[in-house]
T-cell receptor
Framework: SQKIEQNSEALNIQEGKTATLTCNYT??????LQWYRQDPGRGPVFLLL?????KEKRKERLKVTFDTTLKQSLFHITASQPADSATYLC??????????FGKGTSLLVTP | GAGVSQSPSNKVTEKGKDVELRCDPI?????LYWYRQSLGQGLEFLIY????????KSGLPSDRFSAERTGGSVSTLTIQRTQQEDSAVYLC??????????????FGPGTRLTVT
């Protein structure tokens, strides 16, 4: 069966450090992968999209890697800040446009 | 500019009643999606509309669920004869979808449905 797995345990890091979140998938051949941020009581907010032929994508303090051989994406936040505390969701689609989401990893950045 | 809006923000209903949830997408976005998020679960795809094409209903969990999109804009998700397991946050998203291109989805704040 198709699965998208993200660390279910919350990730606690100190302000200024780099946070690394993992997304693993099975039985997908995604054309692209997206990362979203979700704050409590709100809808997800798009952060980054990376395509199957791209190895790495950067946006300000964010970096995403995509390894289709390992079937894994890593999401990095450098110089983390308490305002980065949220749940981060990985999403992908085989074809078409409907996304399948992981359950998300909760990140807590402490001062 | 205006984002995706949903109404109501909260809905409490009795088991067996029908409910309608509304979504106003971003103006100009041709694609509209409905998802639901249950406590401790990931977002679950329900249905997708793209322009005038037939909707992708592959995620609807039962025939009690239906959705329509009028005039290529506003969408309504209807749940008939609600059950307690229907309790969840129902999220709507819209995006620019042009053939051969892929765009991010913009989500509304969701409707929290509680079936008692």
């Amino acid at each position: 069966s198709q699965k998208i797995e993200q660390n279910s345990e919350a990730l606690n890091i100190q302000e200024g450090k780099t946070a690394t979140l993992t997304c693993n998938y099975t039985n997908y051949s995604p054309a692209y992968l997206q990362w979203y941020r979700q704050d409590p009581g709100r809808g997800p907010v798009f952060l980054l999209l990376i395509r199957e032929n791209e190895k790495e994508k950067r946006k300000e303090r964010l970096k995403v890697t995509f390894d289709t051989t390992l079937k894994q994406s890593l999401f990095h936040i450098t110089a983390s800040q308490p305002a980065d505390s949220a749940t981060y969701l990985c999403a992908l689609a085989n074809s078409g446009y409907a996304l399948n989401f992981g359950k998300g990893t909760s990140l807590l950045v402490t001062p | 500019g205006a984002g995706v809006s949903q109404s109501p923000s909260n809905k409490v209903t009795e088991k067996g009643k029908d409910v309608e949830l509304r979504c106003d997408p971003i103006s100009g976005h041709t694609a509209l999606y409905w998802y639901r998020q249950s406590l401790g679960q990931g977002l679950e795809f329900l249905i997708y509309f793209q322009g005038n094409s037939a909707p992708d209903k592959s995620g609807l969990p039962s025939d009690r669920f239906s959705a329509e999109r009028t005039g290529g804009s506003v969408s309504t998700l209807t749940i008939q004869r609600t059950q307690q397991e229907d309790s969840a946050v129902y999220l709507c998203a819209s995006s620019l979808d042009v053939a051969g291109a892929t765009y991010e989805q913009y989500f509304g704040p969701g409707t929290r449905l509680t079936v008692t």
